[in-house]
């Protein structure tokens, strides 16, 4: 199964913008979803993840401001960005986490970029 990010574009600082992220096929239940991001110059960070059963975990940087949707029926996952900052900047990423071992899986994709201007 892979995952497909879209939705990205330019935003102006406080501004919202949201993510979609697509799977080729069926989710297993023990896999969690989550949306990473790496800025330029920046390694891949951990934006928000959500498991079947709905629970999250969300980046210090980013909680009471982005909300990660999951459908499981439609296996895709979405990711709400408001009050949106500079900082926010960078490519962001789906990806699926196996539950068990706290592996990701190696595809990422080709993501999409987000532009923050301030």
């Known amino acids: 199964v892979q995952l497909q990010a879209s939705g990205g574009g330019l935003v102006q600082a406080g501004g919202s913008l949201r993510l979609s992220c697509a799977a080729s096929?069926?989710?297993?239940?023990?896999?969690?979803m989550g949306w990473y991001r790496q800025a330029p110059g920046k390694q891949r960070e951990l934006v928000a993840t959500?498991?079947?059963?709905?629970?999250?975990v969300y980046a210090d940087s980013v909680k009471g401001r982005f909300t990660i949707f999951r459908d499981n029926g439609k296996n895709t996952v979405a990711l709400q960005m408001n009050s949106l900052k500079p900082e926010d900047t960078g490519v962001y990423y789906c990806?699926?986490?196996?539950?068990?071992?706290?592996?990701?899986?190696?595809?990422w994709g080709q993501g999409t970029l987000v532009t923050v201007s301030s």
């Open positions: 990806n699926m986490i196996d539950t068990r071992s706290g592996y990701t899986s190696n595809y």
């Open positions: 096929g069926s989710v297993p239940r023990y896999y969690a």
């Open positions: 959500i498991r079947i059963g709905a629970s999250t």
